[in-house]
């Protein structure tokens, strides 16, 4: 083999180790860093997380405890009394709890008040608080937004009492005018016909349904403005591109986002109008006949009608037939909740 001079002119000794043409097997894999090793749990770390786990899920399996253990004591406790009981629990209007040994008591009438005043509430709410909602998101300036927000909110701290004592005392005498006119004039609609007890004092579902509207406002109202401030803004911008208006964006981007959302609060709500009480005692007048689904009747709530009682539970029995009432309450109010969450999903936080 022939010795090739180099540029220098020394002889250049042809590498033995040189790959032959076309073989591959010796060229050299690119030179990959060593993955880090994994750090080391501690057993100190791995002790820490099952504690935290067994905590959490303690915490979370005493709130489903306590629901049930709630139920199954009501449920016990109103055993007794209505198999005692000589009227239909769920047909009877009447509560005659005075003689232990003749109960006769049914929720037909407590639950016509209390569903028609909770329901006639959130219809009047509804849109004042759909409203409220639109306004402080998407037309209020910044500057006015903050503060009425706040003023909403705060709405909702005014004591039950004090809406009961502003109801009876201002609301009723303003709206006993109104009330006569619409029985006069659409009392062949059985909402407006007349009812058990007499409206000039103002003591009727009417006056009630209407301080209920303005107690749940600040909830509905609370949780519609955070569901449309979630509203994607892409949406809201591909609508004022195609030249849509303000309201045009808001019903065709705003409104359908949050309709889940809306629909959650309105229950939340509802909620609340079931069980509220002081308000509705304040408010209602009693009324010795039963009803019937008009506005202008009178009565008793399942609330109002457990607390204007609860200084004379002392026999068993008659205590029973109260608690029975509450357990229908407790379940109405756990389902109308339970469905708002289910119907929310992720809107409602």
């Not at 403005?225 to 949406?235: G, K, L, S, W, Y």
């Not at 029975?324 to 339970?338: E, I, P, Q, S, Y």
Request: no cysteine; charged share 10%.
């Amino acid at each position: 083999m022939a010795l090739q001079p180099d540029i220098s002119g020394t002889p250049r000794v042809p590498s033995s180790t040189a790959p032959a043409p076309g073989d591959n097997s010796r060229m050299s894999d690119p030179i990959t860093p060593p993955k880090p090793a994994a750090p080391k749990r501690t057993s100190t770390g791995a002790l820490g997380d099952r504690i935290f786990k067994a905590i959490a899920v303690a915490a979370g399996a005493t709130i489903v405890i306590a629901i049930a253990l709630i139920a199954v004591f009501l449920l016990i406790q109103a055993i007794p009394s209505l198999m005692a009981n000589h009227d239909n629990f769920f047909t009877s209007s009447e509560f005659k709890t005075s003689d232990g040994d003749h109960l006769a008591f049914g929720i037909a009438d407590l639950f016509m008040v209390t569903v028609l005043s909770a329901g006639f509430a959130l219809v009047l709410a509804v849109p004042v608080a759909i409203g409220i909602a639109l306004f402080l998101t998407h037309y209020a300036p910044a500057r006015l937004s903050r503060p009425f927000g706040i003023a909403v909110d705060l709405l909702a701290a005014v004591p039950s009492i004090v809406f009961g004592l502003w109801g009876i005392f201002v609301l009723a005498p303003q709206l006993s005018p109104v009330a006569e006119f619409l029985n006069r004039n659409l009392d062949w609609l059985f909402l407006f016909k007349e009812g058990n007890v007499s409206l000039v004092g103002g003591g009727t579902i009417f006056t009630a349904g209407i301080v209920l509207a303005v107690m749940i406002l600040p909830i509905i109202t609370s949780v519609s403005r955070e569901v449309f401030r979630q509203t994607p803004i892409p949406h809201i911008e591909a609508a004022q591109a195609l030249g849509a208006t303000k309201w045009e964006v808001v019903r065709m981007t705003v409104l359908p986002f949050g309709r889940s959302g809306v629909v959650a609060a309105s229950m939340l709500g509802l909620g609340r109008a079931l069980g509220e009480t002081v308000a509705v005692l304040i408010i209602l007048r009693s009324a010795a006949k039963a009803g019937n689904w008009s506005l202008f009747d009178g009565g008793y709530t399942f609330a109002s009608k457990i607390a204007s009682a609860a200084a004379e539970f002392s026999a068993p029995l008659p205590t029973g037939a109260y608690i029975a009432a509450g357990f229908v309450l407790f379940a109405l109010t756990f389902a109308v909740n339970a469905a708002a969450r289910a119907i929310a999903g992720s809107k409602v936080n």
